[in-house]
């Protein structure tokens, strides 16, 4: 059974601050806007770093992921991703084209 490696968060207040924007942003009642934001600027919900380099988390937490260290990075995107996929399926279905790999 796969186990998740435990590598240590280097820039605790940074890595907090960025989980917590992700986490909150996700939540049920804001997802949908969140998802509306990504389609309107012509990205894909994948590629975190397209999507917070565009603010859509806000300047401050893009300011936030920059300054940390290649492995707290790695972490936020392994969570981001996790996140994506854990939206419904109905909203999923409805935001097919942000969802797609073509």
């Known amino acids: 059974m796969y186990e998740k490696a435990l590598i240590p968060v280097e820039d605790q207040q940074s890595y907090g601050e960025v ?3 992700i986490a909150s942003r996700f939540a049920p009642g804001n997802v949908q806007n969140l998802l509306k934001s990504i389609a309107s600027a012509g990205l894909r919900v994948r590629d975190f770093e397209a999507v917070a380099t565009a603010g859509l988390f806000g300047e401050v ?3 936030s992921y920059k300054k940390l260290g290649n492995a707290d990075q790695g972490q936020i995107r392994e969570f981001y991703l996790a996140t994506v996929e854990k ?4 909203l999923r279905a409805k935001f097919l084209k942000l969802y797609a790999y073509y």
């Open 19 to 21: 989980h917590a924007a």
């Open 61 to 63: 937490i893009a300011a």
């Open 87 to 90: 939206v419904e399926p109905a």
